[in-house]
């Protein structure tokens, strides 16, 4: 029995029944809530009584993601139809046009807070690492080809920064989730006196019908994993034999079905491939809900399976990569003899000559022929100092603060 068999009598032909039936049960304790703030407000103005109100609260903290049947179009026909008879009423001065906005954006608001806390556990982790190699030499690459020298800790530092910004964005995604469409109704409201909740959205057209939150948490989720998918490229190729800078831990590889000598960056390889899937999600719920007219659209059904397994996807890798970079060893020695290259101080030798009053064009003119000519000496062996004041251990001491703030 569906929400609206008062108007289309006959059966639906079963093909259109299984076209239109949502796949949204991960919703379901979202829209438990949703449904828990609008009998609160049905109470409020006198059309739900007390027994009833306790009633429906006791009837939906027994729904199970069991209880959900084939025969239910969504979730929101599912709630209903387990709310036994009181919920006849329940659907008073709502649709599920405003129901599945406020749902969703309780799930959206949900999901941000949770990729908050996983990339706070997973910077946690980047940061011991930074930290216990902070002055570990390692050479620093531009266009993949040797540079200047950095440390280990000041590269590491870069990618707190990448997540620190992550961090930002799902906080601020889930601002924009957070106000309530409720009150919104199908798209104009309703003539009940229900009082408005908290935090309500202005436009009841606009409550109902934009998905731009939804749209923001994949954003966050496609720059988080662009970010992570750079920082798996980087364990790749420190894990191959020509760079050798780390040794991957069997916690977090993967071997071989043939070669028996092999340990494979599995890990790191899915977390790079697992940005493209993010970006695909994305720009396909853009396309979407470009050009949709207001109010509501069946279109926007399709809005929750994208963001349901962005979700997954974020939660999975960045668990995995956390243990990778928890176990992974740096080889010191191999990094230290890669860091003599002297090569990576041709810049210095420049800088040196500036100092001693040279324009710095003929300095770089000067070094470059010394390097084409093989008569190139590095001014110093020593590894420089992480720009900055106070260097990487600062840095890393302001990092520690802004995490735990
Ligand atoms: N399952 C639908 C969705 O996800 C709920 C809204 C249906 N509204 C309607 N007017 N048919 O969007």
């Given at each position: 029995m569906t929400l609206w068999s008062g108007r289309v009598e006959s059966g639906l032909a079963s093909e259109v029944w299984e076209f239109l039936k949502a796949d949204d049960a991960e919703l379901l304790p979202y829209d438990l809530a949703a449904t828990r703030?609008?009998?609160?407000?049905?109470?409020?103005?006198g059309l739900l009584t007390d027994d009833e109100l306790a009633e429906v609260a006791e009837r939906l903290a027994a729904i199970a993601p069991e209880d959900l049947d084939p025969s239910d179009e969504d979730v929101h026909s599912a709630i209903e139809r387990l709310l036994g008879p009181v919920g006849r009423k329940i659907h008073a001065g709502r649709s599920r046009n405003d129901q599945v906005a406020a749902a969703f954006r309780l799930y959206v608001e949900d999901a941000c807070r949770e990729a908050v806390d996983a990339i706070e556990r997973f910077a946690a982790v980047v940061l011991d690492r930074a930290e216990a190699d902070a002055d570990t030499p390692m050479p620093g690459y531009t266009h993949l080809q040797r540079a200047q020298p950095v440390t280990v800790g000041h590269h590491l530092l870069a990618w707190a920064e990448m997540l620190e910004r992550d961090r930002e964005r799902f906080r601020s995604a889930a601002g924009q989730a957070a106000p309530s469409p409720l009150g919104a109704g199908a798209l104009a409201?309703?003539?009940?006196?229900?009082?408005?909740?908290?935090?309500?959205?202005?436009?009841?057209l606009d409550a109902v019908s934009d998905r731009d939150f939804a749209l923001d948490y994949l954003y966050a989720c496609t720059v988080c994993h662009s970010h992570l998918?750079?920082?798996?490229?980087?364990?790749?190729?420190?894990?191959?034999s020509e760079f050798g800078f780390v040794r991957l831990p069997e916690a977090a590889a993967t071997g071989s079905s043939m070669m028996p000598q092999k340990l494979n960056p599995d890990v790191a390889e899915l977390a790079r491939g697992k940005a493209g899937t993010a970006l695909g999600r994305l720009t396909g719920l853009l396309a979407v809900v470009k050009g949709l007219p207001l109010a509501y659209d069946r279109d926007l059904q399709e809005d929750k399976a994208p963001v349901f397994s962005a979700r997954r996807d974020l939660r999975a890798t960045l668990a995995a990569l956390e243990v990778l970079l928890e176990e992974i060893e740096f080889d010191r020695e191999r990094l230290a003899q890669a860091t003599r290259d002297p090569l990576l101080l041709a810049t210095d030798a420049a800088e040196a000559l500036v100092l001693e009053g040279t324009p710095f064009r003929d300095a770089h003119e000067q070094v470059a022929a010394e390097i084409r000519a093989g008569t190139f000496a590095a001014p110093s062996a020593a590894p420089r100092p992480a720009p900055g004041p106070g260097g990487v251990h600062e840095a890393l001491a302001d990092a520690r603060a802004r995490w735990s703030g």
């Open positions: 703030l609008h009998a609160g407000r049905l109470h409020a103005a409201g309703s003539t009940l006196p229900l009082p408005p909740p908290a935090n309500r959205l202005r436009n009841s998918s750079r920082l798996g490229e980087e364990l790749c190729l420190w894990a191959t």
